[in-house]
T-cell receptor, first 113, second 114 residues
């Protein structure tokens, strides 16, 4: 079956520009997570969605970062006024209801020049 | 706070030999532990998990992991390594809240030589 998909796979942007990263979770998965993978920080949690609500935003590094989820499905992570330290791979994961494991997408590699 | 440690940045093993990738954890309450593998330019792939039950957990691609409560460890093992097992391996612990976010170790690069 279809896994988690993310787009774009690569994004190069200039410092100060806004970017949108998209995640399509596995159909029927109610939980959705965003993580960031960078050389200096490893894998770190950003935000969690249950349905369209985000009860845990504790990992968002600054108010330049925001995310939304619509229809209990697609999620968009938006980074405003990008900085070089935002360069990383942004990973999305989804999980079915219960104690299931998280399934990850291929990630979006963001490079801020 | 929950955390995991992967003490080895890299593990080298010859093809056909057994491999072990180490992970220790620190949790309050019952541990829920996971192993993921990442191939170059790919996302993380789930290998196996420990929730409860048998201490020896079997997973994908012939991997298994042994949960040891007294040593707070969850080492990943495989009896006979393949060159294709070369990848980055992450141990993770689930935070004991209703949100189930994962806290990852720093990763261990496994290099299997022919």
């Amino acid at each position: 079956g279809a896994g988690v998909s993310q787009s774009p796979s690569n994004k190069v942007t200039e410092k100060g520009k806004d970017v949108e990263l998209r995640c399509d979770p596995i159909s029927g998965h109610t939980a959705l997570y965003w993580y960031r993978q960078s050389l200096g920080q490893g894998l770190e949690f950003l935000i969690y969605f249950q349905g369209n609500s985000a009860p845990d935003k504790s990992g968002l590094p600054s108010d330049r970062f925001s995310a939304e989820r619509t229809g209990g499905s697609v999620s968009t992570l938006t980074i405003q006024r990008t900085q070089q330290e935002d360069s990383a791979v942004y990973l999305c994961a989804s999980r079915r209801q219960g104690l299931g494991e998280q399934y990850f997408g291929p990630g979006t590699r963001l490079t801020v020049t | 706070a929950q955390s995991v440690a992967q003490p080895e940045d890299q593990v080298n093993v010859a093809e056909g030999n057994p491999l072990t990738v180490k992970c220790t954890y620190s949790v309050s309450g019952n541990p829920y532990l996971f192993w993921y593998v990442q191939y170059p330019n790919r996302g993380l792939q789930f290998l196996l998990k420990y929730i409860t039950g048998d201490n020896l957990v079997k997973g994908s691609y012939g991997f298994e992991a042994e949960f040891n409560k007294s040593q707070t460890s969850f080492h990943l093992k495989k009896p006979s390594a393949l060159v294709s097992d070369s990848a980055l391996y992450f141990c993770a612990v689930r935070v004991n809240t209703g949100f189930q976010k994962l806290v990852f170790g720093t990763g261990t690069r496994l290099l299997v030589s022919p």
